[in-house]
Every structure is written in C-alpha cells, then in structure tokens.
C-alpha cells in the first residue's frame, strides 16, 4: 500500500518562502494524480492544488494561485509545493494526498477530498512574525 511522508514544514515570517516535499514509498506512475491539502486549526480539511501523473497537468485553488507551485520528480518518487510569498492565512497542516480510482485532478479541478485514497501524516507550516 502506498504510504506518503511529507517534510519541510516550519515557522516563517510573512512573505517569505518554503518548499513542502512529499515522498511516496512507491512509483506515483500507479496513481492518478497527487494534491495538496492543508488544515487549519478550528477549520475543515481544504484543497491547495494538484498534479496529474497522467499528463502533469496542473490546478490551484485561488488563495494560493499565482503563489504556490506543485511540481514532481519522477525519479525520485517526490511532489513538491513550491511557496512564495507566504501569508498568515497560510498557517496550517500540509497534507499530501494521491488519488488511484477517479482522476479528478485537471487543469479546471482538484477533485473532491474523498477521491483520494491515501494520505500522509502532515507537516506544519506556520507563518508568523
């Protein structure tokens, strides 16, 4: 079974910048399409945006468009997130999530947070001064 471990969460002031990772103990090729989600406190589990292994087509929800930047290496089995100009509102639990069954994932969708299978544990950004 496919097991995600996500890294590169810290604490940063606003406006700065940090890259999440998300290593996947298996060939992402097996799978549809990798997001980002984040959680924060007191609030429910949101979208950020995904990438599709079929065609690495690409989609941002509008609070991090033009911000953030998703990307994957396939020989090392890692998803990127790429964050610039980070916010206060950023602050949240960064998950890693794949998706094997429904392809939701395209450039006008990131797919319903039920569509993915398997998640990670999570690594926390906080942006703060």
């Known amino acids: 079974q496919l097991q995600l471990a996500e890294s590169g969460g810290d604490l940063v002031q606003p406006g700065g910048s940090l890259r999440l990772s998300c290593a996947a103990s298996?060939?992402?090729?097996?799978?549809?399409?990798i997001a980002w989600w984040r959680q924060a406190p007191g609030k429910e589990r949101e979208g950020v945006a995904c990438?599709?292994?079929?065609?690495?087509?690409?989609f941002y929800m509008t609070p991090v468009k033009g911000r953030f930047t998703i990307s994957r290496d396939k020989d090392k089995n890692t998803v990127y997130l790429e964050m610039n100009s980070l916010k206060t509102e950023d602050t949240a639990a960064y998950f890693c999530?794949?998706?094997?069954?429904?392809?939701?994932?395209?450039?006008?969708?990131?797919?319903?947070?039920?569509?993915?299978?398997?998640w990670g544990q999570g690594t926390q950004v906080t942006v703060s001064s």
């Open positions: 990438i599709s292994i079929t065609d690495d087509s690409t």
């Open positions: 298996e060939s992402m090729s097996y799978y549809l399409s």
């Open positions: 999530a794949a998706d094997q069954s429904f392809g939701g994932c395209s450039r006008i969708s990131l797919g319903a947070l039920s569509e993915y299978e398997f």
